[in-house]
């Protein structure tokens, strides 16, 4: 009985994920395909590819869609980090409002959330372009930062950086020796979730941003009237680089702990 | 430590000018039209008449609720057996399994969308079909993530004790697991249904145009037509439609509790 429901189980997860994986497996298929046609697979070839690269505006949107997520998880993890713990030690109105505030772009549909932005930069007259794409980018990525340093503030010991104060800190040896220390974990996946949100972002990015200003995703959304097999390149490109992020950002942790280990054995 | 609280004030400039401010140019907008030489804006109700007044706008007002609570439903109906199987498995394998549902999301939507596109450019089927395998695969991770995290918290030991009790394994899930991961279903639901109602991509990049959903309008509002204050309105009405389903659906949830 037991051993039928494990087989069931295990099949059933397969299927989903073969659902999961069917596109992705398709588009890196396809993507060697010798002709135009998205169903028929007539030779591999890597012309896609080629023309990928000679394709001045697909390159410019790898490149807008990476120097924007950089840019916008740097300045949102740095301004998220400052502002959690800033509220930490905020008074329950001020925390409430920013709270408040905050929930805004997250429960929002994000297509309020970019007419809101096109109609800000259109009544101060802000032509947008590079500069409103990444100012969006930073506004939503910060509460998501906010939220991710949030917990690990709750378990801070307040008396800890009373007692580097007392020491001999500065207020700012305090933050930095003391309280970033302990908050670590909660900075680096409100980075890790800041980076995905603003890489990914398609909704907000095709509101705010302007001409000759493409990220991949509003490429992709302009391109797909028509058939465009290089695209299928450029996804293969997007999954190989996202695999192996993932595989260093799982594995790398996983060696270090077994080093550990083994020292602790020798 | 009283002047950290100082690290907090430009933060409130900036949400000010970058959060709060443009809701309330949608609000002014939604509330106004086009005027004349004289008077460039004036305040009327005549975007939310317009709106209600034509049967059009409703249908598809009702069209994406109806997408998104049947994406919801199949999501849910799908993704519970998933997560519950993932919860059984041995700990390492579940983390594996969590790493494989994750992957293909951090992938970017667009591209997924378009992968799609090619599969289904030649099957049998309609447009909406089409949307709503579009709308499960990209909703679906998010489900099962969600219901897999409130069952993995669940004390491995009740299962047991239920059966102890005298239940047998049907009356466990319906008595013990489920209610239990009720809060997982939850906030699965605002992860799917939100996003839902206003998706507009994969309608028309699946549906080839010819389904149209209300993040459709005010995409065509703003983008292709430029009225913008009609766009707004519908905006506000979504917005709206929204909140008032969130609050049931957590109405639902607190009502569940006090059962």
Same mark, same amino acid.
């Given at each position: 009985?037991?051993?039928?429901?494990?087989?069931?189980?295990?099949?059933?997860?397969?299927?989903?994920?073969?659902?999961?994986?069917?596109?992705?497996?398709?588009?890196?298929?396809?993507?060697?395909?010798?002709?135009?046609?998205?169903?028929?697979?007539? $030779?591999?070839?890597?012309?896609?590819?080629?023309?990928?690269?000679? @394709?001045?505006?697909?390159?410019?949107?790898?490149?807008?869609?990476?120097?924007?997520?950089?840019?916008?998880?740097?300045?949102?993890?740095?301004?998220?980090?400052?502002?959690?713990? $800033?509220?930490?030690?905020?008074?329950?109105?001020?925390?409430?409002?920013?709270?408040?505030?905050?929930?805004?772009?997250?429960?929002?549909?994000?297509?309020?959330?970019?007419?809101?932005?096109?109609?800000?930069?259109?009544?101060?007259?802000?032509?947008?372009?590079? $500069?409103?794409?990444?100012?969006?980018?930073?506004?939503?990525? *910060?509460?998501?930062?906010?939220?991710?340093?949030?917990?690990?503030?709750?378990?801070?010991?307040?008396?800890?950086?009373?007692?580097?104060?007392?020491? $001999?800190?500065?207020? *700012?040896?305090?933050?930095?020796?003391?309280?970033?220390?302990?908050?670590?974990?909660?900075?680096?996946?409100?980075?890790?979730?800041?980076?995905?949100?603003?890489?990914?972002?398609?909704?907000?990015?095709?509101?705010?941003?302007?001409?000759?200003?493409?990220? *991949?995703?509003?490429?992709?959304?302009?391109?797909?009237?028509?058939?465009?097999?290089?695209?299928?390149?450029?996804?293969?490109? *997007?999954?190989?680089?996202?695999?192996?992020?993932?595989?260093?950002?799982?594995?790398?942790?996983?060696?270090?702990?077994?080093?550990?280990?083994?020292?602790? @054995?020798? | 430590?009283?002047?950290?609280?100082?690290?907090?004030?430009?933060?409130?400039?900036?949400?000010?000018?970058?959060?709060?401010?443009?809701?309330?140019?949608?609000?002014?907008?939604?509330?106004?039209?086009?005027?004349?030489?004289?008077?460039?804006?004036?305040?009327?109700?005549?975007?939310?008449?317009?709106?209600?007044?034509?049967?059009?706008?409703?249908?598809?007002?009702?069209?994406?609720?109806?997408?998104?609570?049947?994406?919801?439903?199949?999501?849910?109906?799908?993704?519970?057996?998933?997560?519950?199987?993932?919860?059984?498995?041995?700990?390492?394998?579940?983390?594996?399994?969590?790493?494989?549902?994750?992957?293909?999301?951090?992938?970017?939507?667009?591209?997924?969308?378009?992968?799609?596109?090619?599969?289904?450019?030649?099957?049998?089927?309609?447009?909406?079909?089409?949307?709503?395998?579009?709308?499960?695969?990209?909703?679906?991770?998010?489900?099962?993530?969600?219901?897999?995290?409130?069952?993995?918290?669940?004390?491995?030991?009740?299962?047991?004790?239920?059966?102890?009790?005298?239940?047998?394994? /049907?009356?466990?899930?319906?008595?013990?697991?489920?209610?239990?991961?009720?809060?997982?279903?939850?906030?699965?639901?605002?992860?799917?249904?939100?996003?839902?109602?206003?998706?507009?991509?994969?309608?028309?990049?699946?549906?080839?145009?010819?389904?149209?959903?209300?993040?459709?309008?005010?995409?065509?509002?703003?983008?292709?037509?430029?009225?913008?204050?009609?766009?707004?309105?519908?905006?506000?009405?979504?917005?709206?439609?929204?909140?008032?389903?969130?609050?049931? @659906? /957590?109405?639902?949830?607190?009502?569940?509790?006090?059962?």
């Amino acid at each position: 009985m037991m051993k039928k429901n494990n087989a069931f189980s295990k099949f059933y997860l397969f299927l989903i994920l073969a659902f999961f994986y069917l596109p992705i497996i398709y588009v890196v298929f396809f993507s060697f395909n010798a002709s135009r046609s998205l169903t028929n697979f007539t $030779g591999f070839s890597l012309r896609w590819y080629e023309k990928m690269f000679k @394709t001045r505006s697909m390159m410019e949107s790898i490149y807008y869609s990476t120097i924007i997520a950089v840019i916008a998880t740097i300045v949102s993890t740095i301004v998220g980090t400052i502002v959690a713990i $800033g509220l930490s030690k905020s008074s329950r109105l001020i925390k409430q409002v920013v709270t408040q505030v905050n929930n805004l772009p997250m429960l929002n549909p994000d297509i309020v959330t970019a007419i809101g932005l096109m109609l800000l930069f259109s009544t101060i007259n802000v032509p947008t372009g590079f $500069g409103t794409l990444l100012l969006a980018h930073i506004m939503f990525c *910060i509460p998501y930062v906010i939220l991710s340093i949030n917990p690990k503030l709750r378990q801070l010991d307040d008396n800890l950086a009373e007692a580097a104060l007392d020491l $001999g800190c500065t207020p *700012i040896q305090a933050l930095y020796k003391v309280i970033i220390p302990q908050i670590k974990e909660g900075i680096i996946s409100g980075a890790l979730v800041a980076f995905t949100m603003s890489f990914d972002d398609f909704v907000i990015s095709y509101f705010t941003t302007g001409p000759g200003i493409n990220n *991949i995703s509003t490429y992709v959304y302009a391109t797909t009237k028509r058939i465009n097999p290089s695209v299928n390149a450029l996804s293969t490109l *997007i999954v190989i680089a996202i695999t192996l992020i993932m595989i260093v950002s799982n594995v790398v942790p996983l060696l270090r702990e077994r080093r550990r280990k083994n020292e602790e @054995t020798a | 430590m009283k002047s950290f609280r100082r690290l907090v004030y430009p933060y409130l400039v900036w949400a000010a000018l970058l959060i709060v401010l443009p809701m309330l140019i949608i609000v002014f907008y939604a509330f106004s039209a086009q005027g004349n030489d004289v008077i460039p804006v004036k305040i009327t109700f005549e975007n939310f008449v317009r709106f209600f007044s034509d049967p059009i706008f409703i249908e598809v007002l009702g069209r994406s609720l109806k997408l998104a609570l049947i994406t919801t439903i199949i999501c849910i109906l799908i993704g519970y057996p998933a997560a519950y199987f993932i919860a059984q498995m041995r700990p390492d394998s579940q983390s594996v399994m969590v790493l494989l549902v994750t992957l293909p999301q951090l992938i970017n939507m667009l591209v997924r969308t378009y992968a799609w596109r090619g599969i289904l450019l030649k099957a049998p089927f309609s447009p909406e079909v089409k949307v709503y395998i579009g709308m499960v695969y990209n909703f679906l991770p998010y489900m099962i993530l969600q219901i897999y995290t409130s069952l993995s918290k669940m004390d491995p030991s009740l299962v047991p004790a239920a059966h102890d009790l005298g239940c047998d394994d /049907r009356m466990a899930f319906l008595k013990v697991i489920l209610p239990l991961s009720i809060p997982g279903v939850i906030s699965g639901i605002t992860l799917v249904f939100l996003p839902a109602v206003s998706s507009f991509f994969i309608p028309k990049l699946l549906g080839g145009g010819s389904y149209v959903l209300v993040g459709n309008l005010i995409e065509n509002y703003f983008v292709t037509t430029g009225d913008w204050n009609f766009g707004s309105a519908i905006s506000l009405i979504m917005a709206l439609v929204i909140l008032i389903s969130m609050y049931f @659906t /957590r109405k639902f949830d607190y009502d569940k509790e006090a059962v």
